[in-house]
């Protein structure tokens, strides 16, 4: 998900849009705006995109980090101290660059926010009584998911020892409360001019985990679309990926990586791996491969570009 505006609300977006194809929640909510507010809020879009284009950086850095880990772990021990150093000092650079984007995503945040309160507050006057308390209710979820994403910012570890992933796990909580924060005034929106009317949401999708084929010497591709050094929840993965139907996870050097799709030619995955970006995930989605059920580390030790 590029984005013109955060991860959790374009996701929240995509379910709107399966649910009323005929309904573009971005374009709906851009029209019930005034001139200044449609200003600040396309001045939050570009500082967004600013964003993404550090997180995407970050992503780049942190696959040549996960590279030299695998690498490592096929040395010896002297050998392999070498190597997890340099890892170590890529995963700083990938905590300060994540860092940055997330201050970026703050700023942002506080824009749309700011936008979305009072064209919402101008909304909810001509309200019908019949939604009004649903719209009120994700207002008053919103403002204290908002409220919580500022705390967890003022409580950010500051002096000489802290290291940036410790400054990072904390930036990482706020912007996850940001992002709450904003779904929940799309989700006003929806009930205000009733996006979902004589609509059923889709129904949450579990998790289904698939062992890839193992047949001997069989090359398979898959697409990743997220990773953490923690598991992510099904409710997180489904603001990254809209439906988490056939979606697989593992557990590779400490790192729990998701991708979906089973692909015989890395042409498909490639291709699956565009429509899905083309939907908005852009953050972190790129085809990986297996070799006999093992993962690749360098893909190009199983394809080379004609």
């Given at each position: 998900?590029k984005k ?15 649910a ?7 374009e ?12 600040r ?25 996960d ?9 010896k ?28 995503y ?6 749309f926010?700011?936008?979305?309160s009072?064209n ?6 001509t309200?019908?009584?019949?939604k009004?308390?649903s ?7 919103a ?9 967890r ?13 410790q ?8 912007d996850k ?15 205000i ?18 062992e890839p ?10 697409v ?21 139907e056939?979606?697989n996870n593992?557990?590779?050097d ?6 979906v ?19 908005g995930?852009?953050t ?6 297996y070799?006999?059920g ?8 199983v394809y080379?570009?004609?």
């Amino acid at each position: 998900m590029k984005k013109i505006i955060t991860t959790a609300v374009m996701a929240c977006l995509f379910m709107a849009a399966t649910a009323q194809e005929n309904i573009n929640p971005t374009e709906e909510i851009k029209k019930q705006l005034s001139s200044d507010e449609l200003t600040r809020y396309e001045n939050a879009e570009a500082i967004k995109a600013k964003g993404d284009n550090l997180m995407q950086q970050a992503v780049t850095k942190q696959n040549q980090s996960d590279k030299l880990k695998a690498q490592a772990a096929k040395l010896k021990k002297g050998k392999a101290k070498k190597l997890n150093k340099q890892a170590d000092a890529i995963d700083d650079a990938v905590a300060t660059q994540k860092n940055s984007a997330y201050a970026q995503y703050a700023q942002a945040d506080r824009e749309f926010y700011a936008v979305y309160s009072q064209n919402l507050e101008n909304l909810m006057e001509t309200c019908p009584a019949n939604k009004r308390s649903s719209a009120e209710s994700h207002i008053s979820e919103a403002e204290t998911y908002f409220a919580n994403a500022e705390d967890r910012l003022k409580r950010v570890p500051t002096g000489k020892k802290i290291t940036p992933l410790q400054i990072m796990k904390v930036k990482e909580e706020a912007d996850k409360s940001f992002n709450d924060a904003l779904d929940n005034y799309v989700q006003a929106y929806a009930d205000i001019l009733g996006w979902y009317d004589k609509k059923e949401e889709p129904k949450p999708q579990p998790v289904i985990v698939q062992e890839p084929p193992k047949p001997a010497d069989k090359i398979i591709y898959k697409v990743q679309i997220a990773a953490d050094d923690k598991p992510l929840t099904i409710e997180y993965l489904r603001k990254i990926y809209p439906s988490t139907e056939g979606l697989n996870n593992e557990l590779v050097d400490g790192i729990y990586r998701y991708s979906v799709g089973f692909f015989n030619t890395y042409e498909e995955a490639d291709k699956a791996r565009k429509e899905i970006i083309a939907k908005g995930v852009t953050t972190g989605v790129f085809v990986v491969a297996y070799k006999n059920g093992k993962r690749v580390s360098d893909i190009s030790e199983v394809y080379t570009a004609e």
